[in-house]
Structure formats: structure tokens, C-alpha cells
T-cell receptor, first 113, second 114 residues
């Protein structure tokens, strides 16, 4: 079974630009969650999508948004990039309930200059 | 509010020694508990999880953890460290009403020296 894939793996942007990251979950998984990992703040939950609906959202500004498609693939978008958005963005997929393990992709390393 | 505390941001052990990584959680509802490992430039890999049932949980690579409700702890252990265990370890919790939101501890970087 193929794992969670994320594209691109690395991205360099400048302040003020916007960026879209993509995540393909494991086949059969309907839940996709996104996390931001930084040295200062650690791993923080961004949002979760299940069957194309956002079910849960973390404490991030509205510049961070996402969506999920009918095939469960998900994208997250960050608009008006700030230096502090530089981070590893991790996507995770699961069957959809809290006790199910989440399978993580390798992440997208975003650098904002 | 739910939270996770990992005691010790860095732990160093000798190869063959016991590994003990500490995790305490705060929650008003029964938690689901997880340990993940992250190797450099990679995503997170699940080591083990506790949802219900037996409180001693065995995971991959010889790791195990015990859920102690009275102590609100879920410490990770391995009897004998191997060089390949050097990585960062994260304890995380989720809840039945929280869907798939994982709340992570700050992580513990494990170093294993010969």
C-alpha cells in the first residue's frame, strides 16, 4: 500500500507570495490532517478534513486555508507569506476517528525569504 | 485544556542501556495516547498507541509504553538502546470528541553513544 505523499518536498518563496501544498492520503483514508512543525513552536495542528468537510481547525490565522477533494486528496494554501511561516508542513491521513493512528507524509519544507 | 509534557528535551544513553522517555498529559476526558518517532528530514512514524484495554502497550523496534491513569503518564521505554534509535520522539494525545486533532509534546531528542 502506498504511503502518504506530499508535493513539493521543498519550496522557497518570498514574503507576500502565496503557496499551495498538496497531500495524497493512503488509499481508503478519508481524513487528512495538516500540521506545522517549527523549532520554536514544535508540532501544531492546522486543520483536518474528512469527506471534503473541515471538521476541526487549529489556532492559525485565516491566511492558512485548505480543502479536500472527492478523491480525498488535500491541499493547503498560505497567502501573504510571512517569514514566520517557514516550517515543515506535515500531512497525515487516517480512517477518521481519534483512536485511529495517523500516517504521516515526509513533509514539505517551506522557506520564506 | 488538553496538553502534553515531555520531560527532557535531550536524553543521552549508551548503546545497550535502558531508554526511558517521559510523557505526561493533562486531560478532562479519556485520552488516546501515541508515541511517534522522527528521523532527520522525514515525517513521523508511529511507534505505538494506547486507546483502550491493556495498559502496557508494545510497539515496533522493541519499544513499549505503559498508560498510568493515576499518574497521567505514558512513558516510553526500551530495554537496550541501539545506535539506530537516535532520533526525535514525540508523545501525542487525541480524544474521541476531537476527531483527528493530535496534540503533541515538545519532543525529546535521543542520542545514543557507543
Amino acid at each position: 500500500k502506498a504511503g502518504v505523499t506530499q508535493t513539493p518536498r521543498y519550496l522557497i518563496k518570498t514574503r507576500g507570495q502565496q503557496v499551495t501544498l498538496s497531500c495524497s492520503p493512503i488509499s481508503g483514508h478519508r481524513s487528512v490532517s495538516w500540521y506545522q512543525q517549527t523549532p520554536g513552536q514544535g508540532l501544531q495542528f492546522l486543520f483536518e478534513y474528512f469527506s471534503e468537510t473541515q471538521r476541526n481547525k487549529g489556532n492559525f490565522p485565516g491566511r492558512f486555508s485548505g480543502r479536500q477533494f472527492s478523491n480525498s486528496r488535500s491541499e493547503m494554501n498560505v497567502s501573504t507569506l510571512e517569514l514566520g511561516d517557514s516550517a515543515l508542513y506535515l500531512c497525515a491521513s487516517s480512517l477518521g476517528t481519534g483512536e485511529n493512528e495517523q500516517f504521516f507524509g515526509p513533509g514539505t519544507r517551506l522557506t520564506v525569504l | 485544556a488538553q496538553s502534553v509534557t515531555q520531560l527532557g528535551s535531550h536524553v543521552s544513553v549508551s548503546e545497550g542501556a535502558l531508554v526511558l522517555l517521559r510523557c505526561n498529559y493533562s486531560s478532562s476526558v479519556p485520552p488516546y495516547l501515541f508515541w511517534y518517532v522522527q528521523y532527520p528530514n522525514q515525517g513521523l512514524q508511529l511507534l505505538l498507541k494506547y486507546t483502550t484495554g491493556a495498559t502496557l502497550v508494545k510497539g515496533i523496534n522493541g519499544f513499549e509504553a505503559e498508560f498510568k491513569k493515576s499518574e497521567t503518564s505514558f512513558h516510553l521505554t526500551k530495554p537496550s538502546a541501539h545506535m539506530s534509535d537516535a532520533a526525535e520522539y514525540f508523545c501525542a494525545v487525541s480524544f474521541s470528541g476531537g476527531y483527528n486533532k493530535l496534540i503533541f509534546g515538545a519532543g525529546t531528542r535521543l542520542a545514543v553513544h557507543p
